[in-house]
């Protein structure tokens, strides 16, 4: 069930996954957010979340997608903030 979720939400299958039973690992990366590693075992109902050096564990899917609509809005913002100083410090030294 986590498989598909993940799948719809943009994370790739790692290649080697077939080979290991225990546990299955999902990753996504956006230039924006960086690297998101998602761990499904078989022992636990849940996925394990690794952001930003952070590890996370899920066992709801509306819980999970909410951190992960989260994760990129802080990130997004940020990003926006960096962009407007850019593009300002860059309109200030054209000469016009």
Same mark, same amino acid.
């Given at each position: 069930?986590?498989?598909?979720?993940?799948?719809?939400? @943009?994370?790739?299958?790692?290649? !080697?996954?077939?080979?290991?039973?225990?546990?299955?690992?999902?990753?996504?990366?956006?230039?924006?957010? !960086? !690297?998101?590693?998602?761990?499904?075992?078989?022992? @636990?109902?849940?996925?394990?979340?690794?952001?930003? !050096?952070?590890?996370?564990?899920?066992?709801?899917?509306?819980?999970?997608?909410?951190?992960? @609509?989260?994760?990129?809005?802080?990130?997004?913002?940020?990003?926006?903030?960096?962009?407007?100083?850019?593009?300002?410090?860059?309109?200030?030294?054209?000469?016009?």
């Amino acid at each position: 069930m986590y498989r598909n979720f993940l799948l719809k939400n @943009n994370f790739w299958a790692k290649k !080697g996954n077939e080979a290991n039973e225990n546990k299955k690992i999902f990753i996504k990366h956006d230039p924006t957010i !960086g !690297g998101i590693y998602a761990i499904i075992e078989q022992n @636990n109902r849940g996925v394990k979340i690794i952001a930003n !050096g952070e590890e996370y564990f899920f066992n709801n899917f509306d819980k999970l997608d909410i951190f992960l @609509n989260q994760l990129e809005q802080k990130q997004n913002d940020f990003v926006k903030i960096l962009r407007r100083r850019s593009v300002s410090h860059k309109l200030r030294t054209l000469d016009i």
